[in-house]
């Protein structure tokens, strides 16, 4: 295909409710186990080439380390343009999914002619690499309500699925440090992980999902205090890995009072426009 003008792709949002954290040397095999829900709210990315590469969230310049590391191995430069209704560092995987729209868009702006899978893994290890995901993009390019079983990219992890549709709500305080987590000693929070994913493959449902993590952010110790508040008042509710964030299926926080944001389940995964 010629390169073209421009590009665009649209990447669901992401909400984890449990992981472990799985490093190896190469990065493809790095990654997360777990799962969490994909969201219609998402990140619209615009590639357009140009001399240099600048990016801009939200109207707004910035930098995002995985979009520039995929422009990077990818070997183009352009101007990136980012849109989201999601809070930006709150456990929605914006970074993850803006890097797998910069992939997906760069291959038809610049008509580099890669398969899904590796502009998928791509996106990833941008995203390893970057410190701020193990698991968002594997879990958005699939869509859904997904479950890695195994981590890294499409090469080496193998995802399920929890067979669900319709309503999710969410609410976030603000940010959480993805690097200082996941680069850390993650291994008490992998062990929870490791128990929230063995109980949510015994009854692989929302329901279960949503009680898998609750018990993870519990056993985890990554509850701030806004979020256990919800928790404590919501019990349909769990936090959003990692965020001051809460989600819930169908009207749980509405119901109970909250000025909560509302979209639905996508399954559609990672697409163009």
Same mark, same amino acid.
């Given at each position: 295909?010629?390169?073209?003008?421009?590009?665009?792709?649209?990447?669901?949002?992401?909400?984890?409710?449990?992981?472990?954290?799985?490093?190896?040397?190469?990065?493809?095999?790095?990654?997360?186990?777990?799962?969490?829900?994909?969201?219609?709210?998402?990140?619209?990315?615009?590639?357009?080439?140009?001399?240099?590469?600048?990016?801009?969230?939200?109207?707004?310049?910035?930098?995002?380390?995985?979009?520039?590391?995929?422009?990077?191995?990818?070997?183009?430069?352009?101007?990136?343009?980012?849109?989201?209704?999601?809070?930006?560092?709150?456990?929605?995987?914006?970074?993850?999914?803006?890097?797998? #729209?910069?992939?997906?868009?760069?291959?038809?702006?610049?008509?580099?002619?890669?398969?899904?899978?590796?502009?998928?893994?791509?996106?990833?290890?941008?995203?390893?690499?970057?410190?701020?995901?193990?698991?968002?993009?594997?879990?958005?390019?699939?869509?859904?309500?997904?479950?890695?079983?195994?981590?890294?990219?499409?090469?080496?992890?193998?995802?399920?699925?929890?067979?669900?549709?319709?309503?999710? /709500?969410?609410?976030?305080?603000?940010?959480?440090?993805?690097?200082?987590?996941? /680069?850390?000693?993650?291994?008490?929070?992998?062990?929870?992980?490791?128990?929230?994913?063995?109980?949510?493959?015994?009854?692989?449902?929302?329901?279960?999902?949503?009680?898998?993590?609750?018990?993870?952010?519990?056993?985890?110790?990554?509850?701030?205090?806004?979020?256990?508040?919800?928790?404590?008042?919501?019990? #349909?509710?769990? @936090?959003? @890995?990692?965020?001051?964030?809460?989600?819930?299926?169908?009207?749980?926080?509405?119901?109970?009072?909250?000025?909560?944001?509302?979209?639905?389940?996508?399954?559609?995964?990672?697409?163009?426009?």
């Amino acid at each position: 295909m010629a390169p073209s003008d421009s590009a665009t792709a649209f990447v669901p949002g992401h909400v984890t409710a449990a992981f472990s954290v799985h490093r190896r040397e190469d990065p493809e095999r790095t990654g997360s186990r777990g799962a969490g829900v994909a969201t219609s709210h998402g990140v619209t990315t615009t590639v357009a080439p140009a001399a240099e590469t600048t990016v801009i969230l939200d109207g707004t310049d910035t930098s995002i380390e995985p979009v520039v590391r995929v422009l990077d191995a990818l070997g183009v430069t352009a101007r990136v343009t980012c849109e989201t209704p999601l809070p930006i560092g709150a456990g929605f995987g914006v970074s993850g999914a803006a890097a797998l #729209g910069a992939a997906f868009a760069a291959d038809e702006a610049f008509g580099v002619g890669r398969s899904e899978n590796d502009l998928i893994t791509v996106a990833h290890v941008a995203e390893v690499e970057s410190g701020t995901g193990l698991g968002d993009v594997v879990a958005q390019a699939r869509g859904g309500v997904p479950i890695r079983l195994d981590p890294g990219a499409p090469a080496h992890g193998r995802l399920d699925g929890v067979p669900a549709t319709g309503r999710v /709500e969410y609410l976030s305080f603000g940010d959480l440090s993805t690097a200082e987590v996941i /680069e850390g000693d993650a291994s008490a929070l992998s062990a929870a992980g490791e128990r929230a994913l063995a109980s949510l493959r015994e009854r692989p449902t929302p329901d279960r999902l949503i009680e898998a993590g609750r018990t993870f952010a519990r056993d985890a110790d990554v509850l701030v205090d806004e979020v256990r508040a919800v928790l404590d008042a919501v019990p #349909g509710a769990a @936090m959003a @890995m990692l965020g001051r964030s809460v989600f819930a299926f169908g009207t749980a926080l509405t119901d109970a009072g909250y000025d909560a944001a509302a979209c639905e389940i996508d399954h559609a995964g990672v697409r163009r426009r």
